[in-house]
């Protein structure tokens, strides 16, 4: 199933990430270059009407092209040095729109 997760603060707090990352990061200028939204409309006849959702698209396609850059091969070495990098934590996730 595809479809857009409802993210909390505390889940990907790019907000707060955004403030760490230096302004000339190359993930941050990617960022702002790249534009995947149409990833949701072209991936959705290839998932399922059931089941569990998936990773978002959007995700799946930034964590492939950090492991581009980083020449990592594996799974678990990307999924792992996302998580302890904070300008690959702020490409991959979504930013978060808050009601004031």
């Known amino acids: ?47 399922g009407k059931c089941g569990q959702k998936s990773i978002e698209p959007v995700v799946f396609f930034k964590l492939q092209l950090v492991a581009h850059f980083e020449n990592i091969c594996s799974e678990r070495a990307l999924i792992e040095n996302s998580q302890l990098r904070l300008d690959i934590l702020y490409f991959v996730c979504r930013q978060i729109e808050l009601d004031n």
Do not use: W
């Open 1 to 47: 199933m595809v479809g857009k997760r409802k993210q909390f603060i505390n889940t990907c707090p790019s907000l707060i990430v955004e403030t760490y990352v230096p302004k000339n990061n190359f993930y941050r200028q990617i960022k702002q270059l790249l534009h995947l939204d149409f990833l949701y409309q072209a991936v959705a006849p290839y998932y």
